[in-house]
């Protein structure tokens, strides 16, 4: 069973609204900091949100004040909200955990969805 899987992909009219999830399973979702990435056509993946185990949240400049992240760990859920959207948001969206230790030692390696779909029709 995949460690990551999102969901909510689709097509959006621009100007629109859409929320993005990514379940946990088989990961301590608690522990790990979380990131959306996002791969346009012909691009590089780019970190485009973050949120920490407290809920501490940061933003590339391309999707600040337009995307939120946030997570309930009681669902072991991620979700990417995202408002305004624009045809540049066009990508597949992946979830990711990032890797770490606790305090003991104890090592919780990293972990990609595989991804979905977004499509921001102009």
């Known amino acids: 069973q995949a460690p990551l899987v999102e969901s909510g992909g689709g097509l959006v009219h621009s100007g629109g609204s859409h929320r993005l999830s990514c379940l946990a399973s088989t990961i301590l979702f608690d522990v790990y900091a979380m990131d959306w990435y996002r791969q346009g056509p012909s691009k590089q993946r780019e970190l485009i949100a973050k949120i920490t185990p407290e809920g501490y949240t940061s933003y590339h400049v391309s999707v600040k004040g337009r995307f939120t992240v946030s997570r309930d760990n009681a669902k072991d859920t991620l979700y990417l909200q995202m408002n305004s959207l624009k045809p540049e948001d066009t990508g597949v969206y992946y979830c990711?955990?990032?890797?770490?230790?606790?305090?003991?030692?104890?090592?919780?390696?990293?972990?990609w969805g595989r991804g979905t779909q977004v499509t921001v029709s102009s």
């Open positions: 990711h955990a990032e890797g770490t230790r606790d305090g003991s030692g104890t090592l919780y390696p990293e972990a």
